[in-house]
């Protein structure tokens, strides 16, 4: 024998009808509670909940939990995920500049640039064209002073 369909339910239920939906943890079949709140899935998504709420102790927390939700979750249980989600948070962020970059930038002030190998011929002849304005300002012999006492 085939079975009856069944009658469509109106759009809106009575209060009785809402009681009866209510379980008995005060979970609603559309997973929001009693109070008309969003009803976690999980018991890190409720400690997650209880932080956002102010209640970061775990005796108040793992409390709040079983008031609002009517989930068990011990206070050493909410300590732990509490410290997860909160070292899981610190990876999110960005990490530090390692000394390399941090070097490079203080305050504004660009570092000067890494000093090249002794020795090159390039490098000879670009400090004797710093020095030929100054041996043209000074003279020779004082700058051949000021080049002994730096020594």
Not at 26 to 43: E, Q
Not at 100 to 125: F, H, I, T, W
Not at 134 to 151: H, Y
């Amino acid at each position: 024998m085939a079975k009856k369909a069944a009658k469509p339910k109106s759009v809106e239920a009575s209060p009785a009808e809402e009681a009866d939906s209510i379980s008995a943890h005060g979970k609603a079949a559309d997973g929001s509670s009693k109070h008309g709140r969003h009803m976690p899935a999980t018991k890190t998504e409720a400690v997650r909940m209880a932080i956002a709420a102010g209640f970061g102790s775990p005796q108040v927390g793992s409390g709040y939990i079983q008031s609002q939700f009517g989930m068990d979750v011990s206070p050493q249980h909410f300590s732990s995920t509490k410290s997860q989600l909160k070292t899981k948070e610190l990876e999110d962020t960005p990490a530090r500049k390692s000394k390399a970059d941090s070097s490079k930038d203080v305050e504004g002030y660009v570092a000067l640039p890494a000093k090249p190998a002794a020795g090159g011929e390039e490098e000879l002849l670009a400090a004797l064209e710093a020095m030929k304005p100054l041996v043209a300002s000074l003279g020779a012999e004082k700058v051949k002073r000021l080049a002994d006492l730096l020594g």
